[in-house]
């Protein structure tokens, strides 16, 4: 009888070490997030190699706002009120640039309009960090948009705005929108009233009139002739024509190009934009000059 006792408590004792095995938990290590997104628990751990019922509990030191490797406590546990600890690494990486939005591609104004740049702009948004505030520093790179603008909005022409933008992490987004400067109607000749010259030597004035002096009838007098209105020449090319740059291209692109080039050669350079060329008669013609902006040059919004 002592020995049966003893035997069963043997098998009591292995039972209950049997039913007390630590938790087995195969954790999945090196995961990357997106920055702002909220942790998938699923990633954390491989369900197939791990005991059955395994869920996690607790995630301990994670920001999602945080960019780069972060080391993270995660607390398992089953139904049976087993638990167990590990820590995990996680990469935190933002790689969604700033959405810019634009009430228009093109907008159109006439010569000697007001110009605001920015009034085009919707908005200017990061994702997962908001609105994104307008900045007047040329050289920034996080956390903020600026605004490029090479518009001349009293002479007629193609323009470009250009909006750059930067989120908290350094990512960067660009649009940019045409801005078409248009001539200002020429007012009309008055035509002559009741009160001007005639220009046959009596001057009307309210129906009464001067006559010439007597004994001239004036037939034998040489019509005073007015001077030939000054007329421009079609397709010549004012002084300031060609810009900064002094020269001039066949086609936008080819002036973009010259810029891009210019600008990468030249460090003081701050922008440039690229202007259709107007002849004197203030007429668009099928060519383009580039403007550089050294940050004194031309007012750059």
Known sequence: MKKISVLAACAMMIFVVGCS???????????????GDKLDNALLYDKEKSD???????????DAKKTGEQEIT??????????????????VKDTKKPVIKLKKEKVEI????????????????????????????????????IITSNVNAKKAGS?????????????????SYKVTVKKKPQEQTPTL???????NGYTSNQGSYNKPATGNT?????????????????GELPANALGNSGKMFNSEQEAIDYGNMMSAKDSSIVSFGYTQISDKCDNLINKWTVHFNYGNDYTVK
């Open 52 to 62: 059955e019922g395994v869920t996690v509990k607790e995630v301990k030191n994670f």
């Open 218 to 234: 004036g037939s034998n007098k040489k019509p005073t002739q007015s001077k030939p209105q000054q007329t421009c020449k079609a």
């Open 21 to 35: 095995k630590e938790l087995k938990v195969t954790v999945k290590d090196n995961l990357e997030v997106e920055y």
């Open 74 to 91: 995660v607390v398992f546990g089953d139904s049976d009120d087993k638990t167990k600890e590990e820590t995990i690494k996680v990469s």
């Open 193 to 199: 009233s009741n009160n001007q010259s005639s220009g």
């Open 110 to 145: 006439t010569a000697g309009d007001k110009f605001d740049a920015a009034s085009n702009i919707e908005s200017v948004k990061d994702l997962v960090d908001g609105d994104l505030k307008k900045s007047e520093d040329k050289k920034l790179t996080k956390n903020g948009y």
């Open 159 to 175: 323009y470009t705005v250009k909006v750059t933008a930067y989120d908290v992490n350094g990512n960067k987004a660009e649009s």
